[in-house]
């Protein structure tokens, strides 16, 4: 590919230099789930779906971290699922390296998975309980073509800092912490040399005091092994700490993103200043009317989700349009950062991907189509 291919390429927001570091790439991913039908559904041939993501667009660069935030059953963990191949899609495409894929089972399966290594949230249910240290990283350098000497076990266990690795290696997951059965999955991993992990809530299983750890080795085999990381997580808090980018989620839908310190210090859209205000933090005194100021309730059926802005029964802001016009992403400022909210409608979007179709919702004037790079700075 030329340069001036790549550039073409490039997703809305991307500065060229970016796109050339991009590794894996959402374009449009949707997944619909089937309901299951009653015996009137059935007979009415209706059909019924969880629209559990919805037109997602995104990029995972290398030696970055792009954390994906929002409350449970916001879709996040979904999206993490879909860029591993766990689903099929329902629309939409994935690319790693620029190249299109859909891993089917077998051998293509594993060619995808040896460069993207999913991690999750519980440690514990995802080792086994009869099999030591040694025997999970052995096979995963075998299944992954690599050799299983003790040198490259030892190898592992070192990058995760667990350290010195025969007081380790011998070990069945109940003997460990939560923290070190943790590296030990993120050592697994790590044994299919990959180009991307992507981690599902990787320490809210583990005590607070070890969470921070476990984070920074994440952030330090991002440096050391300049991996693409995407780190789905609830807590907003924990993201500006250790992200490089920050994308915002409510009911399947994207709705913010940016630059981390930009989007938890200056949120755009009021979803995400409900989850500002929402994270504890000791310096803030309760305001009894934040509440009122930030919204409240409950998330939306995903069967059934809100016309328009799906945030706009909780939304203090909404106006008659959010019911029933979808916001699509607006340019806040020159810094990357964009919003999927109406407040933003008169800041012009300035880029977009040569020959992308509009949002579903770009009607207004000056919208960019949805390609939007995650990171868009
Ligand atoms: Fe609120 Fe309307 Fe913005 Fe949605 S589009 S977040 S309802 S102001």
Known sequence: ?????????????????????????????TKH????????????????????????SLCLRRGSVTALVGESGSGKSTVARLLSQLHPL??????????????????????????VQLIF?????????????????????????????????????????????NEYVDKFPHELSGGQRQRVAIARALGADPKVLLADEPVSMLDVSI??????????????????????????????????????MYAGRLVEGGDSETVTQRPAHPYTQLLIASAPDPDRIADPGEQEETGSGEPPSLISPPRGCRFHPR?????ERCRTELPP???????????????????????????????AG????????????ATAS
């Open 121 to 165: 949230q519980d440690p514990f249910a995802s080792l086994n309980p009869v099999h030591t240290v040694r025997y999970h990283l052995t096979r995963s350098l075998r299944i992954h073509g690599k050799q299983a000497t003790d040198a490259e076990v030892f190898q592992l266990l070192e990058r995760v800092q667990l350290i010195p690795p």
């Open 90 to 115: 329902t629309q939409g495409e994935i690319r790693l390296l620029g190249v299109p894929v859909t891993a089917g089972r077998g051998r293509s399966f594993r060619a995808y998975v040896r460069q």
């Open 329 to 359: 992403r607006f340019e806040i400022g020159d810094d990357g950062q964009w919003a999927a909210c109406w407040l933003y409608e008169d800041r012009p979007v300035t880029t977009r991907i040569p020959g992308a179709a509009p949002s």
């Open 211 to 248: 969470r921070l750890g476990v984070l920074n080795l994440l952030r330090d085999l991002k440096t050391r092994l300049s991996l693409a990381i995407l780190y789905v997580t609830h807590d907003i808090a924990s993201a500006r700490y250790f992200a490089d980018t920050t994308l915002v």
């Open 1 to 29: 590919m030329t340069d001036h291919d790549q550039e073409a390429a490039a997703p809305f927001g991307t500065r060229p230099s970016q796109a050339g570091d991009t590794v894996l790439e959402a374009r449009g991913v």
């Open 33 to 56: 789930f089937p309901v299951r039908r009653t015996a009137r559904e059935v007979l009415g041939r209706r059909r019924r779906a969880v629209r559990a993501v919805d037109d997602i």
């Open 362 to 373: 770009a009607s207004a004037p000056g919208v960019a189509g949805t390609m939007t790079e």
């Open 315 to 319: 939304c203090p802001k909404a106006m």
